[in-house]
């Protein structure tokens, strides 16, 4: 079972940030945050990950609280072709082998409107 | 740099038969996932590909096999179609001896109708 929660739908205006919250109150030290969207029909797409500092690349920024109990992603200005939904994903890192497959949940619609 | 492929796009078949799905890994990797996903529902681990053997595997009966080839491209197998298998099949590719910065890359998939 996936090992995190997620609101199932939210709503965006056009142009401005989307902030998708996501719970795992029962993450593990050795265990990393992932983000994935899946834009209608297409397979899932990586956006970004940490394990407790902040990151952000060119798609978005991850804020993960300092109990690691929960984390946000930021889409700064958020575009129709955002419209997607999107997995937060805990998932542990096996140091010197596979890093362990990815459990989804169901995540969060994200709907951007004109 | 080609990325994930798969084919099928489509396919029909109907309750017993079998079928088989291709994969071919983004180039430079060496493992290939694969997943299933039903209609709103997030995509599901079935297996996993490396060196030619399955490392992983998820909850999944053995009606579902799979094969890596040595040039890394990848076959998942379905025996005994049931209408239950009627999904999105996904797969993924990555490196097996990763760096914690790596990530899966995922192909289109293939969408399997069981009638």
């Known amino acids: 079972d996936a090992k995190t929660t997620q609101p199932p739908s939210m709503d965006c205006a056009e142009g401005r940030a989307a902030n998708l919250p996501c719970n795992h109150s029962?993450?593990?030290?050795?265990?990393?945050v992932y983000w994935y969207r899946q834009i209608h029909s297409q397979g899932p797409q990586y956006i970004i990950h940490?394990?407790?500092n902040n990151e952000t690349n060119e798609m978005a920024s991850l804020i993960i609280t300092e109990d690691r109990k929960s984390s946000t992603l930021i889409l700064p200005h958020a575009t129709l072709s955002d419209t997607a939904v999107y997995y937060c994903i805990v998932r542990p890192i096996d140091y010197g082998g596979s890093q362990g497959n990815l459990i989804f949940g169901k995540g969060t619609k994200l709907s951007v409107k004109p | 740099d080609a990325g994930v492929t798969q084919s099928p796009t489509h396919l029909i078949k109907t309750r017993g038969q079998q079928v088989t799905l291709r994969c071919s890994p983004k180039s430079g990797h060496d493992t290939v996932s694969w997943y299933q996903q039903a209609l709103g529902q997030g995509p599901q681990f079935i297996f996993q590909y490396y060196e030619e053997e399955e490392r992983q595997r998820g909850n999944f009966p053995d009606r579902f096999s799979g094969h890596q080839f040595p040039n890394y491209s990848s076959e998942l197998n379905v025996n005994a179609l049931l209408l239950g298998d009627s999904a999105l099949y996904l797969c993924?590719?990555?490196?097996?001896?990763?760096?914690?910065?790596?990530?899966?890359?995922f192909g289109p998939g293939t969408r399997l109708t069981v009638l």
């Open positions: 029962t993450i593990s030290g050795n265990e990393y």
């Open positions: 940490g394990l407790k």
């Open positions: 993924a590719s990555s490196w097996y001896l990763a760096s914690l910065t790596d990530t899966q890359y």
